[in-house]
């Protein structure tokens, strides 16, 4: 029996001097740069939990534990390929994913094809698959005054082996 399942993810890191600002494993030239045990890639940590999520197979918490020094500065899209590697062996193929990322700065729509094309990549999915989509938060709150960047993503999976 075929399967349609839903599933979201959501994460925020702070951002720092000295950091890359990393969005779905494509670096943006700015300031400030996510601060996290992984390289911080807020985008791919959302992602990553919304196809775990969808799939009923975890979190990023629980398989890759920022209290494990095996994840330190590691590669957080290399955490999602190994997530969706899961997913995958699960029977399920990507339908598709929209992400919404939420920062002052710097701007998203010059590098959105770009991160689209590095999550389809990593979740063998077309281009047309997935989205991506800039926001700011006007001023207000931590992301807003520029101390953080916010990361929300939904994704639909086909397939599954189960029923
Ligand atoms: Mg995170």
Request: with cysteine; proline share 5%; charged share 25%.
């Amino acid at each position: 029996m075929n399967m349609i399942r839903i599933g979201i993810g959501k994460d925020l890191h702070r951002l720092i001097k000295g950091r890359p600002f990393l969005l779905g494993g494509v670096e943006l030239p700015s300031e400030r740069g996510e601060l996290g045990h992984s390289d911080g890639d807020v985008l791919a940590h959302a992602v990553t939990d919304a196809v775990l999520g969808a799939a009923g197979l975890g979190d990023i918490g629980t398989l890759f534990p920022s209290s494990d020094p095996k994840w330190k500065d590691a590669d957080s899209m290399e955490l999602l390929r190994s997530a969706w590697a899961l997913v995958r062996e699960a029977g399920y193929v990507l339908s598709n994913l929209d992400c919404t990322v939420t920062c002052e700065k710097p701007k998203i729509l010059p590098y959105r094809d770009l991160i689209r094309s590095s999550l389809a990549a990593a979740l063998d999915a077309p281009l047309e698959a997935v989205f991506v989509k800039g926001k700011t938060a006007e001023g207000l709150g931590p992301v807003g005054e520029g101390k953080a960047v916010e990361a929300e993503a939904v994704c639909l999976l086909n397939g599954g082996r189960q029923c």
